[in-house]
Nanobody
Framework: QVQLVESGGGLVQPGGSLRLSCAAS????????MRWYRQAPGKERELVAA????????NYAGSVKGRFTISRDNAKNTVYLQMNSLKPEDTAVYYC?????????WGQGTQVTVSS
């Protein structure tokens, strides 16, 4: 059974930082690219960042490029999202995604709130 468990969300002031983690199990983590998505209230879910199986190539949404960094540790079956210089518009539920299974696999999400 595939499980993706996010952690690390919370309340942070504008300009602050958070590091999200997503622990994966139930599939061969090192063989799959991984992605972070987010969904703000009243908006569609959007792709934030992606990383290839070895971690050698990363891609980012334009709105987070230069502020967020996606990385992975295949020995720990974990993908990370380091978020710096956070803005109120980064407020959303952040989801981990693995392209495993017919519809892909999602975590339960972790709330990130950026507010003073």
């Amino acid at each position: 059974q595939v499980q993706l468990v996010e952690s690390g969300g919370g309340l942070v002031q504008p300009g602050g930082s958070l590091r999200l983690s997503c622990a994966a199990s139930g599939f061969t983590f090192s063989r799959y690219s991984m992605r972070w998505y987010r969904q703000a209230p009243g908006k569609e879910r959007e792709l934030v960042a992606a990383v290839t199986p070895t971690g050698g190539i990363t891609n980012y949404a334009g709105s987070v490029k230069g502020r967020f960094t996606i990385s992975r540790d295949n020995a720990k079956n974990t993908v990370y999202l380091q978020m710096n210089s956070l803005k109120p518009e980064d407020t959303a539920v952040y989801y981990c995604y693995a392209p495993y299974g017919s519809l892909g696999s999602w975590g339960q999400g972790t709330q990130v709130t950026v507010s003073s």
